[in-house]
């Protein structure tokens, strides 16, 4: 009753919320306050009609209908039984128009109530919208045949009422199937949106990204579950919740809070795109090094609607790059003794002048050995302690220390039958650092020696080029595919010729070579054909001197 005084007073109860007698008092209303408004016409009109006894009887109908409405237990019955209260509203209405219809006319009309319900509920349609017509037409005509034999003409000029509540039954079934199929339509599409809804909520909380969706203000839309925690990780100390511009986020580099206009959220705000920018958010053991990426998000009509904001832990990432680079760091420490002394006796004894030939041919061999382990430590611990090149620079000749570089892998050139070639040409002066520009071109210089066959060239050549000092090593050697030499400088990738080969190496040399020439603002390039031999091109700045 609360619900159905709602509805009519107040209109805020929705039709379809209420229980089916609520339903069924409310769609009989109509009749009855329609009904109450003639009784008060007639007695302001014609009064003695009123007192009438098909007029009390007609009232009387209506309310006992009324009552029935309230009465009946509609929520235990078959759906669709309530339709019976419609097809007994055409007795109080045929009773009430011959009592009254001198005094008011068109009380016929008043059958537009239960066509409309009956034909709006959607039931059988053809058969109510049958007995809708059937029943109005009883109305119209049972007053003809209760005073005699009713003539033709009669009968067809009550026909225009039930022709209209055709009509009438007619649109409001056709409205009534399309808002009812439009219905089926939005509670598919809903459940459907729904569905979605949950799967999307699933899916972003069991990724280990943390994912935020802003509009176009900075006010959160979506959360998942792993950014939730971000958050509670970024919070200041003591605090149980903060907005966005309370968050301790720092600068990994400095450790201090990033500005306001450089936070994740704030230049995801103003509209910028980024991608993988680390970001430390909270203090203390608790703390959490993420890496954020942010892209506009758009809406129908293409104009921006917000951003989507996703933030990857890697706090665990850089613990376990650490620890490599410590355990890599503390290894070569501990290899490069022993190698050193091993290179040092066998260089001693080869020095011994008695020493037999098979003897000293089995030394080479070792000290050969024992320098290329030699050079593989020094990459891995400068891989690992990340100094690749120096800051300390000065004056240098690449022309020069490509000549020497070539002049000191000749006894290696000999001992594999190759032939090394060097045309290192005039001064070409840089700045640099002298140890890793060395290490560098010991270094082309050596793999091209290891990828080379019996019998090939090797060619070092030193050249001014368009103001910078270029030095290149050319081999004739196994080569390499397209696809390794796009991959050529990243560390600890091998060629899968170089794996074939089964030619020792570990990938790290031209890593290590590409970042110094880098530092050094210059270029490490590579140009190779499978099977026929590579070249690599170390460009570095000549200096002012030049």
């Known amino acids: 009753m609360e619900k159905l005084l709602d509805a009519l007073l107040l209109g805020r109860a929705k039709f379809h919320e209420l229980p089916m007698t609520g ?20 007695l302001m009109v014609d009064a003695p009609v009123a007192a009438t006894a098909g007029f009390l009887w007609g009232q009387a109908a209506a309310a006992a209908l009324l009552l029935a409405c309230l009465a009946v237990p509609w929520d235990r019955l ?14 109080p209405v045929g009773i009430l128009r011959p009592s009254a219809g001198d005094t008011l006319g068109g009380l016929g009309l008043l059958a537009v109530f239960p066509v409309m319900w009956i034909a709006g509920s959607g039931l059988w349609p053809k058969a109510g919208l049958a ?25 067809v000029s009550q026909l225009l009422v039930p022709i209209m509540m055709f009509a009438i039954g007619v649109a409001v079934s056709v409205m009534t199937r399309s808002g009812m199929a439009q219905q089926r339509q939005v ?70 809070l990033v500005d306001p206009e450089r936070r994740p959220a704030r230049r995801a705000i103003d509209g910028e795109t980024f991608s993988h920018e680390v970001y430390i958010l909270g203090e203390g053991p608790d703390a959490r090094t993420v890496s954020a990426s942010a892209r506009p998000l758009r809406g129908p009509q293409g104009s921006r ?27 070569s420490h501990e290899f490069r003794t022993p190698l050193t002394s091993i290179r040092g006796y066998a260089e001693l004894l080869m020095d011994d002048d008695g020493l037999p030939a098979y003897a000293r041919a089995d030394l080479q061999i070792m000290e050969r050995n024992a320098r290329h382990l030699q050079q593989m430590v020094d990459d891995v611990l400068a891989a690992a302690t990340g100094t690749a090149a120096q800051t300390l620079r000065s004056p240098l000749d690449l022309a020069e220390l490509a000549a020497h570089a070539a002049q000191s892998a000749e006894r290696d050139a000999a001992s594999r039958s190759i ?15 002298r140890t890793a520009v060395v290490r560098v071109l010991d270094n082309l210089i050596s793999n091209a020696l290891k990828y080379s066959g019996s019998g090939a060239t090797v060619t070092v050549t030193a050249r001014d080029e368009d103001g910078m000092a270029v030095a290149e090593v050319a081999d004739q050697g196994i080569g390499m595919s397209e696809e390794d030499v796009s991959k050529a400088f990243v560390r600890f990738h091998r060629s899968d010729a170089a794996r074939r080969s089964g030619i020792p190496g570990v990938g790290l040399g031209l890593a290590l070579a590409h970042d110094v020439a880098r530092e050094h603002g210059g270029t490490l390039e590579c140009r190779s054909v499978l099977g026929e031999g590579s070249v690599f091109t170390l460009r570095l700045p000549l200096s002012v001197a030049a």
Request: no cysteine.
């Open 23 to 42: 339903r069924v008092v409310l769609s009989q209303l109509p009749l009855n306050i329609t009904l109450l408004l003639v009784l008060l016409i007639v």
């Open 78 to 91: 078959p759906y669709g039984s309530f339709l019976v209260i419609p097809l007994l509203d055409f007795i």
């Open 131 to 155: 007995a809708g017509t059937a029943a109005t037409l009883a109305v119209v005509w049972w007053p003809l045949f209760s005073t005699g034999a009713p003539s033709p003409k009669q009968l």
């Open 187 to 256: 509670e598919d599409l809903l459940a459907r949106s729904e569905l979605r809804q949950e799967m999307l909520d699933t899916v972003l909380d069991a990724v280990d990204v943390g994912v935020v969706v802003i509009d176009a203000d900075g006010n959160d839309l979506l959360m998942n579950r792993r950014q939730r925690e971000l958050h509670a990780a970024a919070l200041p100390y003591g605090t149980q919740d903060a907005p966005e511009q309370r968050l301790l986020v720092l600068d990994p580099e400095t450790g201090a």
């Open 305 to 331: 609607a917000g951003s989507v904001l996703v933030f990857s832990d890697i706090t665990e990432i850089l613990e376990a790059v650490k620890a490599k680079d410590s355990f890599l760091g503390s290894m």
């Open 419 to 433: 032939r090394l070639v060097a045309d290192a040409g005039g001064p070409l002066p840089v700045m640099g650092d």
